[in-house]
């Protein structure tokens, strides 16, 4: 149960999110978030920078990291399903001030993302030569890519509620606290890998025992601060009862970002098989997907912080009923994630074999990248919607409409055409489908949101008045 006290110190932290002046108060938010996805992009590509450079065996390395990326985007989709499910919930009880609720939804998200860890950790330890030969691992890299995944799973259960628990640390408005959460974990990476890669001589499994233990630092500075006075959520053995009506309403919510996830690591396989066929396996190829995929990240993760940073603003208003500040908010935020967009798209188009130097790329894969790059990058520039205004969308607690427009883009659009136009072009196709499906999803999700979020705040606003006048009337 959430003390008085504990609901005093919320509503004096989160009286910002009500009064503040928007333009100041939305650098406040998101700058932290952003910051905290530009550390998980280093903390991702940082291990395959550094395997790219074990020698003789660099790009082996490097194509068994692209493998092994759609099972670690399995564990993030499930952290995203809980804890971005529960973190929008928990904030808008918070919002009508139900803190006993958002405190039950907390301590029923901390249960799922243990049992999901531990479940995912089992299955992938043991299963984990058949997974990396199932999503097209080129044969050179099959035992680079099982040795990093075994050790990647032990530490499972740790990953998983890491990045489930993080939003609520967020939803409580102490993003910089949430930020740090991932800096520790990034910086851990970077000092470990080349200790545990070169000096430890473990190569590819060093790599992986890195990002394990780093990501378990996360964890334990995630945890001390649950059991600290700044925090409301705290973990109470009766708030974890099970209750069916509770977990099916933060699954339902974290669905939209859940499937994001989780379709991004489908298309990710369709790639790698579609590569295999176009290729014969040609683990170039496969290294040079590797690199693209790194950059779309670049572009991609940075808007998605801003929407995240903006979910606590937008949870709040949605549930005390203030359309005109919702509104002026998420037009600031549309702005910001726009120009950053076209500003990445740009330097993307001009300057695309600059993503194959940061990899220390061979020859043969940086011309690859150079030549295939445009296709694959085109379309981010729709990101702005895709990425920031989708979170937005799930902050507003539209489950539909959410999950739709994330199924939209990779599974109704992406994956069909990637396959088409492989069968069609060859191995140009698997790069261009990305770039066409990209723009296309975004525009029609762009019309999709920006029509309807109109309606949806001004309906929560009568919803809000009517129940005032209710109690009024009693």
Same mark, same amino acid.
């Given at each position: 149960m959430i003390m008085a006290s504990d609901m005093r110190r919320f509503m004096d932290s989160t009286e910002k999110l009500e009064k503040e002046k928007i333009l100041p108060l939305v650098f406040k938010l998101t700058i932290p978030a952003v910051i905290a996805q530009l550390i998980t992009f280093l903390y991702n590509i940082v291990d395959r920078m550094y395997v790219a450079k074990i020698d003789g065996a660099g790009m082996d390395?490097?194509?068994?990291?692209?493998? !092994?990326?759609?099972?670690?985007?399995?564990?993030?989709?499930?952290?995203?399903?809980?804890?971005?499910g529960g973190a929008p919930r928990a904030s808008m009880k918070l919002g009508e001030g139900d803190g006993d609720e958002a405190n039950k939804i907390f301590n029923t998200a901390f249960v799922l993302l243990t049992i999901t860890g531990v479940i995912i950790g089992v299955v992938t330890f043991f299963a984990a030569r058949q997974i990396v030969i199932l999503f097209g691992c080129p044969e050179s890299a099959i035992d680079y890519a099982e040795s990093y995944l075994k050790i990647y799973s032990a530490g499972t259960v740790f990953v998983l509620s890491a990045q489930g628990l993080n939003p609520f640390i967020t939803a409580q408005g102490h993003s910089f606290i949430a930020m740090f959460s991932v800096l520790i974990g990034a910086l851990a990476n970077i000092a470990l890998d080349p200790l545990f890669i070169f000096v430890f001589d473990m190569g590819v499994k060093g790599a992986s025992l890195a990002? !394990?233990?780093?990501?378990?630092?996360?964890?334990v500075w995630i945890m001390v601060f649950f059991f600290t006075k700044k925090s409301i959520f705290g973990l109470r053995v009766k708030a974890m009862k099970p209750n069916g009506k509770r977990i099916l309403s933060v699954l339902a919510l974290g669905l939209s970002p859940f499937i994001m996830t989780i379709t991004e690591c489908a298309i990710q396989i369709v790639f790698n098989v579609n590569i295999k066929s176009a290729t014969g396996g040609d683990k170039d190829y496969t290294a040079a997907l590797t690199i693209m995929l790194s950059a779309l990240q670049l572009i991609s993760l940075p808007l998605n912080g801003l929407g995240y940073g903006m979910q606590p603003f937008v949870s709040y208003n949605y549930g005390k009923g203030n359309a005109a500040r919702l509104k002026s908010g998420i037009r600031c935020v549309t702005v910001i994630a726009f120009v950053f967009a076209a500003v990445m798209w740009s330097v993307s188009m001009a300057f695309p074999? !600059?993503? %194959?130097?940061?990899?220390? %790329?061979?020859?043969? !894969?940086l011309q690859i990248v150079k030549r295939y790059s445009p296709l694959f990058l085109m379309g981010s520039i729709m990101f702005f919607v895709q990425m920031t205004l989708q979170n937005v969308n799930v902050a507003l607690g539209r489950a539909k409409s959410a999950l739709f427009l994330a199924v939209l883009r990779k599974v109704i659009i992406l994956i069909p055409l990637c396959f088409a136009l492989t069968h069609f072009v060859g191995v140009k196709g698997v790069y261009m489908s990305e770039g066409i499906a990209d723009l296309a999803a975004g525009i029609i999700t762009a019309v999709a949101l920006l029509t309807s979020f109109p309606k949806v705040f001004e309906k929560r606003e009568r919803e809000v008045r009517a129940s005032k006048e209710e109690h009024v009337c009693e």
């Open positions: 390395a490097l194509a068994a990291l692209g493998i !092994v990326l759609p099972i670690t985007l399995i564990i993030q989709a499930f952290s995203n399903l809980i804890g971005l990002t !394990v233990i780093s990501q378990f630092l996360s964890f074999q !600059v993503y %194959a130097y940061l990899f220390s %790329a061979s020859e043969t !894969v």
